[in-house]
């Protein structure tokens, strides 16, 4: 009997997890547009960024809490750009802070905010 029912919920798992999915019942809620509605720019300043390992190992850092971002190496050491939504002021520092914070927990500690700025949506 067991093995039976085992069977079952085993014959049956991949439709239930596909529902799961499509309905979106274990993905977070993802605020809309309206609730962040300022789009902003941050550049970061990263001295010790050096080779493409660390433009990967920057961008993965950031990823959570960015739209996007785009890492690239200069002359001395390299500059990231990062795109995220905030709902206001208040907001768009905290947010600058804690990607700089991310940066510095990747190994990169002499991270330097440079420019905040608001884009315009395309």
């Known amino acids: 009997v067991l093995s039976t029912i085992a ?3 085993l014959g049956f798992l991949p439709e239930v997890v596909d529902v ?3 309905k979106g019942w274990l993905r977070p809620r993802v605020r809309s547009d309206d609730e962040l509605p300022l ?3 941050a ?11 660390c433009i990967n190992k920057i ?14 190496l200069e002359d001395k050491g390299g500059t990231t750009k990062v795109t995220f939504r905030a709902k206001d002021e208040d907001m768009v520092k905290r947010t600058a802070e804690k ?3 991310s940066i510095r927990s990747a190994g990169f500690t002499s991270c330097t905010l440079q420019k905040v700025a ?5």
């Open 118 to 122: 608001q884009e315009t949506e395309r």
């Open 99 to 101: 990607i700089a914070e």
């Open 20 to 22: 799961v999915n499509r």
């Open 59 to 72: 961008n993965a850092s950031v990823s959570p809490l960015v739209v996007s971002s785009d890492s690239w």
């Open 43 to 53: 550049t970061y300043s990263v001295p010790a960024m050096g080779c493409v390992a």
């Open 39 to 41: 789009l902003m720019t």
């Open 7 to 9: 069977k079952l919920f």
